[in-house]
């Protein structure tokens, strides 16, 4: 539903007061687990690197316990890089009846017969 001429612009007030205070915009963004899941992948990147280099220092060195230990980092850096990603692209508090709380597991990994039926469910009326 869109918003009217009057809520627009007490909309567009709010958010240029709100804009303006520099400490609810930390307090905002220190609470945002999309800003997190960023600081985790910018973190992950670099051990990659880091791992590239073992890798790298274990080959030149012929030293094969070194060169593994940099492959080994690197995977799990890989790995926790794409858990970041994931928690950082899916919304992770969601409101239920004016109260917000956390999405579980059990939801996300609902089987293929599960979601057909919830689209069943959702369809428009007239298209049955």
Do not use: C, Y
């Not at 869109?2 to 909309?11: G, I, V």
């Not at 579980?104 to 979601?115: H, P």
């Amino acid at each position: 539903m869109p918003l009217s001429e009057h809520e627009q612009r007490l909309f567009d007030q709010i958010e240029r007061s709100l804009a303006e205070d520099p400490k609810f915009a930390s307090a905002v963004r220190a609470s945002d687990p999309r800003f997190h899941a960023r600081r985790r992948l910018l973190v992950a990147a670099f051990v990659i690197v880091l791992g590239l280099a073992l890798v790298v220092v274990g080959t030149v060195t012929r030293n094969t316990l070194l060169g593994v230990a940099g492959f080994v980092v690197m995977l799990g850096s890989a790995a926790f890089a794409m858990q970041s990603r994931r928690k950082g692209s899916a919304p992770d508090l969601h409101a239920v009846g004016g109260t917000a709380t956390r999405r579980t597991r059990q939801t996300r990994k609902a089987g293929f017969i599960d979601r057909l039926e919830d689209r069943w469910r959702q369809r428009p009326e007239g298209h049955r």
